[in-house]
């Protein structure tokens, strides 16, 4: 049964193709025909109750004002960068510093060694892209991530940190192998120093046989724990090889609760060399990979406690609606990624939703947002205790009822604009996240166009990641046009 339509591209050839997403057998999938080479079916997602849920968070965003390309409708993915058809400001900004590397990892197609050149934009051109970037309108690009390649590999690292942050990026993160920062606390503390913000520690288990720098990992972690600086674990989720981890690795992003801020789960997707055998054995979608972690937990993260992406749309209307200034706005596709965060207590793990009533807190504040609307600056005050008095009762719904802690950082963040308690929060917190990227098997141009993390490129481009990494993987061209 066709559920929705999309653009998509041939997994043979790109020839963008008009997609049906189907529903049978309790899973969602995309289904297309090239003239060419034919008839493809292939899983899109494998819980069909969840994809429909997840499908009412559907939020579609603004765009930019000043996008770098103009772009047709319907011409996406060709020409990107980023095109006046994208419909999503940029949230992350991913900047490729080199693409040498410390290890060699058999599976890698983006370091120096597979590609047979190096990719390394001079340390004027990372500022141009900076820039371009904090120009953006009408909300400047919030959070920059130096990636590669390893981007601790250059010499110069601490002065970009340094120039992100005299350039006004509020958020500056490294995505590493770790391995320089477990053999080096002083590195370490020369990153806090010039400004990093948050780790992106590759981190794929808890054992030995499926990370093989799990010794460096734990060292890396450690050293943070120590300087004060956030760490969020990223693993690569393959069926078969660790997806019976996904429990341990969230119990030991709690038991590191001082310096591990977040878990980001990536199931895998099969770019560069993999082909069709390797994904029917490894393939894993978001739905299985939450059912994981439910059973993998004993059923104290649920697979239910995690919302789509876009679900905080109405949070950026209201400080929009308050403040009178536009905000970023989290608007990728919502089966893009699902996300949750859980408190870590002398009792254990509890996730948000037993806290509060997710659904009807979001509707309080999406009843706070039009009240202000109407109400005028006068009337601003009084909207909002009401509002927040509504608030207070998706708490009392919930499992556990009213948490101080919440309550508290709801009144100082909208009452009194202290937006340090949102920090304080997220000491106290685990954020669970997934983002499933694509590759050729699922590829859903309606998901590209909302991506909001963007690679900068040194020609003055934003490109999707999606698009960078899949399908036309514009990565190669940029790569091989910029190389030394
Ligand atoms: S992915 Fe976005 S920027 Fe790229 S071509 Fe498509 S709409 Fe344009
Ligand atoms: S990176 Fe890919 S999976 Fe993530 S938001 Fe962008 S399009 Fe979606």
């Known amino acids: 049964m066709k559920v929705k339509t999309t653009k998509t591209l041939c997994p043979i050839c790109n020839a963008i193709l008009e997609g049906a997403i189907t529903e049978e057998g309790g899973s969602i999938w995309l289904e297309r025909s090239c003239p060419e080479h034919g008839f493809f079916r292939n899983l899109y997602w494998s819980d069909a109750a969840l994809w429909h849920k997840f499908e009412q968070y559907d939020s579609v965003g603004r765009g930019v004002e000043n996008p770098n390309v103009e772009n047709p409708p319907g011409n996406c993915p060709e020409n990107c960068g980023l095109c006046s058809s994208h419909k999503s400001g940029t949230l992350l900004a991913n900047i490729d510093l080199t693409n040498r590397c410390n290890l060699d990892c058999d599976f890698c197609f983006a370091n120096a060694r597979a590609c047979g050149f190096v990719y390394e934009p001079s340390f004027d051109q990372i500022v141009g892209m900076m820039q371009m970037l904090r120009s953006q309108k009408p909300v400047p690009a919030p959070a920059v991530q130096f990636s590669g390649g390893e981007p601790t590999m250059r010499d110069d690292l601490m002065e970009l940190i340094r120039k992100a942050k005299e350039i006004g990026f509020p958020q500056v993160q490294l995505a590493t192998n770790g391995i320089k920062m477990a053999q080096d606390i002083g590195m370490v503390k020369d990153l806090k120093a010039a400004g990093l913000s948050t780790v992106y520690l590759h981190f794929d288990g ?143 793990m509890v996730p948000i939703n037993r806290m509060v009533d997710v659904e009807s807190f979001f509707r309080s504040i999406e009843n706070l947002t039009e009240k202000l609307k109407k109400g005028g600056q006068l009337n601003k005050y009084m909207s909002l205790i009401e509002g927040i008095r509504e608030m207070n009762d998706s708490f009392k719904k919930s499992e556990q009822g009213s948490t101080a802690q919440f309550w508290k950082l709801i009144g100082k963040t909208l009452v009194m604009q202290n937006f340090d308690a949102l920090r304080e929060f997220h000491w106290n917190a685990l954020f669970i996240g997934t983002m499933h990227f694509m590759d050729r098997y699922n590829y859903d141009i309606g998901r590209v166009q909302r991506c909001c993390i963007h690679y900068a490129t040194p020609d003055g481009k934003l490109i999707p990641f999606c698009t960078y990494n899949s399908g036309p993987v514009y990565r190669e061209k940029v790569w091989s046009t910029h190389r030394k």
Not at 211 to 230: F, I, M, P, T
Request: glycine share 8%; proline share 6%; aromatic share 6%.
């Open 206 to 348: 808890v054992t030995k046989e499926t990370n093989s720098k799990l010794k460096s990992d734990e060292k890396a972690v450690k050293n943070c724990e120590e300087v004060g600086l956030g760490v969020v674990l990223v693993p690569t989720i393959i069926k078969g090889r660790n997806d019976h981890e996904t429990g341990a690795i969230v119990r030991f992003a709690a038991d590191h609760i001082k310096a591990v801020r977040g878990v980001n789960f990536q199931p895998i997707s099969f770019t560069g060399a993999a082909v069709e055998e390797d994904m029917q054995r490894e393939r894993i979608t978001i739905p299985e990979l939450l059912q994981g972690i439910e059973d993998q937990t004993g059923g104290v993260i649920r697979e239910s406690d995690f919302y789509p992406v876009p679900c905080v749309v109405p949070f950026s209307d209201l400080v929009e609606t308050y403040t009178g200034m536009p905000q970023v706005r989290f608007t990728p596709h919502q089966h893009c990624g699902a996300a949750t965060y859980v408190f870590i207590t002398d009792k254990g």
